[in-house]
């Protein structure tokens, strides 16, 4: 069994594991929010009432972010989320600095990494081939995102007593400006575009601030444009559903939480959003 206990602003999940030279030991994982704690100490009786439970022990850092994206990726990211993170981990951090101890990570050994992540050859995450050029300063600030908040864990869970990557400098990034199309861009594209589907769907990416998987998703059971809605001015578009590519093995390994609706050629599910669309300026448009 587990139990939480309360420490000034933080929450603890307190639990006896067998370690591995058969004796019984107490462990503690701080959370800042109870809800988390509610959720660890859940889990924890679960896997110890089927007999599946083991305490966090890990040596090395491949071993810590085992651990994390099994016990808080799997949880909390996003679908997308998880595989760019994975891909990032198996990439760059396993490969270069995996078999570390620990206790041997410290600010000065982070910001050396991170310098040296800079004249590592980057690799493409879709089919993990080199791409013949080094590793950008935006990739190692998602590098540092990873690793600043495993070691946060790792602190919870009593393995470390601090966050190295708190204070680690991080390689200067300039973000790139995104070019935005103006109204007159807009109405330009609509008048020179052919395609009455290709234009309809512009005109709702910019009416409605649809996304391309939320456009590729989209049927006509989630729109209401009958002539009593339009009368009433509640004609909308009801986005329940997107289209992704995503990498199946990931799929399967958060289907608890993602519902593949519709899958074509192993690579493309449909699983479902949430989102309440107004759109009277599109009621005169026609389901051909």
Known sequence: ?????????????????????????????????????????????YKESVGTFVAPQCRTLKDLLTEY????????????????????????????????????????????????????EAVDPMCGKRQHQYVSPGTVRSVHKILRSAFEQAVKWELMEKNPCIYATLPKYTAKKRDIWTA?????????????????????????????GELLGLTWDCVDISPESIEAGRASIYINKELQRVDIASLKILQRTYKPLYI?????????????????????????
């Not at 069994?1 to 067998?18: D, L, W």
């Not at 074509?264 to 051909?288: D, E, N, R």
């Open 1 to 45: 069994m587990a139990s939480i206990v309360k420490r000034n602003n933080r929450y603890c999940v307190v639990y006896t594991y067998k370690h591995a030279d058969g004796t019984q030991k107490q462990k503690w994982e701080t959370f800042t929010d109870l809800a988390d704690a509610k959720n660890r100490k859940k889990e924890v009786e």
């Open 184 to 212: 007159e861009t807009l109405f330009h594209a609509l008048e020179v575009c052919n395609d009455p589907r290709l234009r309809l769907c512009i005109n709702l990416s910019f009416s409605c601030s649809l996304r391309l």
């Open 264 to 288: 074509s050629s192993g690579s493309f599910p449909i699983w479902k959003t949430a989102a309440v669309l107004l759109f009277p300026c599109l009621a005169h448009q026609s389901p051909t």
């Open 69 to 120: 994206v099994a016990l808080y990726g799997k949880t909390k990211w996003a679908l997308s989320t998880y595989q760019s993170n994975n891909a990032l981990i198996s990439n760059y951090i396993i490969p270069l600095i995996g078999s570390m101890k620990l206790q041997d990570l410290t600010t000065r050994v982070i910001e050396g990494y991170y310098q040296r992540l800079l004249k590592y």
